[in-house]
């Protein structure tokens, strides 16, 4: 996980509460991408970005924005969690030209909402 | 739109047996193959990667063939050690594209002393 980090590693929240997860790195890479894990799903893109203030909607965005505002951090906020939303979320990064080179994950951020 | 096939799961063997993970996938263009490793508790990690047909990705002994002709890249072991139980993910990155990866649904191996 050298050069990309998520916090916090366990949350526990309360159903309609406001979660931010966060993502930082520190290998300057342009893409960065929330995914969530679930059992029987494997992993299924959330939101992604392409550079400082762009970013762009996956397959499960709904309840779910995100903002980078730096390119270190691509923050991922559930706006008023719900149980469907308990989960694994991991965050990967990715450079310019490094399509043959793969993507770099996060150790993960577990999630549940009671 | 592109799309990765894996064999499901558990895959359950001995030590030492011999080991093939299937995989399939469907894409425009010439797209690069990978497959990444989850440990318990932990991230997805890069075990190899092939950019091209024909190219054969390797690393811990493990071994996958980009093979054009048949869309597949199946995951190869000759000898698995228990160490070796995880979930392993096959993936896809479209040449030209996003950049979005596509991934498979994981394959558990679980490998018994």
């Known amino acids: 996980d050298a050069g990309i980090t998520q916090s916090p590693r366990h949350k526990v929240t309360e159903t309609g509460t406001p979660v931010t997860l966060r993502c930082h790195q520190t290998e300057n890479h342009r893409y960065m991408y929330w995914y969530r894990q679930d059992p029987g799903h494997g992993l299924r893109l959330i939101h992604y970005?392409?550079?400082?203030?762009?970013?762009d909607k996956g397959e499960v965005s709904d309840g779910y924005s995100v903002s980078r505002s730096k390119t270190e951090d691509f923050l991922l906020t559930l706006e008023s969690a719900t149980s469907s939303q308990t989960s694994v979320y991991f965050c990967a990064i990715s450079g310019v030209g490094t399509q043959g080179y793969g993507y770099t994950f996060g150790s993960g951020t577990r999630l549940t909402v009671v | 739109g592109d799309s990765v096939t894996q064999m499901e799961g558990p895959v359950t063997l001995s030590e030492e047996a011999f080991l093939t993970i299937n995989c399939t996938y469907t894409?425009?263009?010439?797209?690069?193959l990978f497959w990444y490793v989850q440990y318990p508790g932990e991230g997805l990690q890069l075990l190899l990667k092939?950019?091209?047909?024909?190219d054969k990705g390797s690393n811990k002994g493990f071994e996958a063939t980009y093979r054009k002709e048949t869309t597949s890249f199946h995951l190869e072991k000759g000898s698995v050690q228990v160490s070796d139980s995880a979930v392993y993910f096959c993936a896809l990155s479209a040449s030209g594209g996003s950049y979005i990866p596509t991934f498979g649904r994981g394959t558990s191996l679980i490998v018994h002393p």
């Open positions: 894409a425009t263009g010439y797209p690069s």
């Open positions: 970005s392409y550079g400082v203030k762009d970013t």
């Open positions: 092939a950019t091209k047909a024909d």
